[in-house]
T-cell receptor, first 115, second 113 residues
């Protein structure tokens, strides 16, 4: 069963407009969430994160919103730039106790920013 | 600063062959992990290690073995390759803090025929 879901496989936006990428999760025990960006032929790179005790975290053009009651988070990119074109992965973290922790990824959303 | 280095970049195997995917990091990270990326499936955790001598299973461990004899290296072994193991494999590491972000290598693309 997919605990972290990104229901939109792809998204296309115009340069300068807002990009909104969505992510849903099923396990209420997740307590930390991260977004990664991936270009072709490269590994994912960390973008932004949010703790479950917050509902918003902002870093430059990137803002992540968390709605715990809906088990939903979203990544906003404003303004979108052609260099933002990549696959974006949502990921969730849960403390299994002791030294154990596992980062669970969603299926990814391919963002295309049109010039 | 090399970060996480994976070798080889590409590999083709025949069914039943064995091989080891290499992963090395030079950041003195305690935590290391292996993921596979498949179309429509995202990144799935295969095995992980919280330190030298300690390994544990992730979401999809079957068909893979790991060991962690040093802090720097975390090889992934396929004992008898199957076509279902055709995938892109990513190694990642992070500092010991719970919510530290993972640093990924650039991946190994494996094809099993």
């Amino acid at each position: 069963d997919q605990q972290v879901k990104q229901n939109s496989p792809s998204l296309s936006v115009q340069e300068g407009r807002i990009s909104i990428l969505n992510c849903d999760y099923t396990n209420s025990m997740f307590d930390y969430f991260l977004w990664y960006k991936k270009y072709p032929a490269e590994g994912p790179t960390f973008l932004i994160s949010i703790s479950s005790i917050k509902d918003k975290n902002e870093d430059g053009r990137f803002t992540v919103f968390l709605n715990k009651s809906a088990k939903h988070l979203s990544l906003h990119i404003v303004p979108s730039q052609p260099g933002d074109s990549a696959v974006y992965f949502c990921a969730a973290l849960m403390d299994y106790g002791g030294a154990t922790n596992k980062l669970i990824f969603g299926t990814g959303t391919l963002l295309a920013v049109q010039p | 600063n090399a970060g996480v280095t994976q070798t080889p970049k590409f590999q083709v195997l025949k069914t039943g062959q064995s091989m080891t995917l290499q992963c090395a990091q030079d950041m003195n990270h305690e935590y290391m992990s292996w993921y596979r990326q498949d179309p429509g499936m995202g990144l799935r955790l295969i095995h992980y290690s919280v330190g030298a001598g300690i390994t544990d299973q992730g979401e999809v461990p079957n068909g893979y073995n790991v060991s962690r004899s040093t802090t720097e290296d975390f090889p992934l072994r396929l004992l008898s390759a199957a076509p279902s193991q055709t995938s892109v494999y990513f190694c990642a590491s992070k500092q010991g803090l719970y919510n530290s972000p993972l640093h990924f290598g650039n991946g190994t693309r494996l094809t099993v025929t």
